[in-house]
């Protein structure tokens, strides 16, 4: 398994982390609680040459941590990561969807 953390350690809240081969960011909280997680499938280019796809399909944040950001910084490290690794992105998952919408930077990501 392959994690790559997405946040800034200095920064209050929880943690970002990516397991890129489970097609899964999680957000973890200082104590070690899992708040949230965003899930996404890939789909490589057929084409050489071509961009490969993220597909996010779930957003999930546990209720007791909603309205904190925590959807929001998942979100924003998926696409951040979609866009470092030039990759498009189609929002199935209607937070990311909505999240793209009200973030303009981001709407070069799509198809």
Same mark, same amino acid.
């Given at each position: ?9 200095? *920064?209050?809240?929880?943690? !970002? ?9 999680? *957000? ?7 708040? %949230? ?17 993220? !597909? ?14 925590? %959807? ?16 498009? !992105? ?7 969807? %909505? ?13």
């Amino acid at each position: 398994m392959h994690d790559e953390e997405m946040s800034d350690d200095t *920064a209050p809240g929880p943690q !970002v982390t990516h397991d890129e081969d489970g097609h899964r960011l999680e *957000a973890t909280m200082p104590d070690g609680e899992l708040a %949230g997680f965003l899930t996404y499938d890939r789909v490589e280019a057929k084409s050489a040459g071509g961009r490969g796809t993220l !597909v996010a399909t779930h957003t999930i944040v546990q209720p007791h941590h909603e309205r904190q950001g925590i %959807g929001s910084s998942l979100a924003r490290a998926f696409l951040d990561y979609a866009r470092e690794h030039h990759l498009t !992105v189609i929002p199935q998952c209607s937070f990311v969807h %909505g999240y793209v919408d009200r973030h303009e930077e981001y709407k070069t990501l799509l198809p």
